[in-house]
């Protein structure tokens, strides 16, 4: 059970960047590697390395003001070193244009996949998040 614990800690504290803006524990839990990859609900769609991730998620969470999360139904899955999460995920919060100074309230409904890997911490590998239309 701990590391099940450890998993959902990890992922937490990927969302938990977009609250505190603490954006410094992104790079902590992210696996620095040419292994790493992810897809995003926002574009560009195509697949990302590590360093766009980072970036995109950094850029992602300074934009969204009052931002909050809730992670629902999530099923871990450990095989060996390799864990798979599956989870449903809403987020919301103000989308601001600092330019023209005006924001735009966002509610997204979606899904995420996520697969970390132990080397020798729990690390994200993967990431796979799709908003649910409606």
């Known amino acids: 059970m701990i590391d099940n614990e450890e998993i959902i800690k990890i992922i937490e504290t990927l969302f938990q960047a977009g609250v505190t803006k603490d954006l410094t524990k992104l790079k902590e839990i992210h ?3 040419s292994r790493f990859s992810s897809f995003s609900d926002l574009p560009p769609y195509d697949l990302k390395d590590y360093q766009t991730t980072i970036e995109l998620e950094e850029l992602r969470f ?3 003001s009052d931002y909050s999360y809730e992670i629902t139904n999530p099923k871990i899955s450990i095989f060996g070193d390799t864990a798979v999460v599956a989870l449903e995920l809403m987020q919301q919060g103000m989308l601001v244009d600092n330019k023209a100074f005006t924001g735009e309230h966002i509610k997204i409904k979606g899904r995420a996949t996520f697969v970390l890997v132990k080397e ?8 796979h998040l799709s908003k649910i239309e409606g």
């Open 62 to 64: 300074i934009s969204i």
């Open 31 to 33: 696996l620095d590697d």
């Open 120 to 127: 020798p911490t729990w690390k994200i590998a993967h990431i």
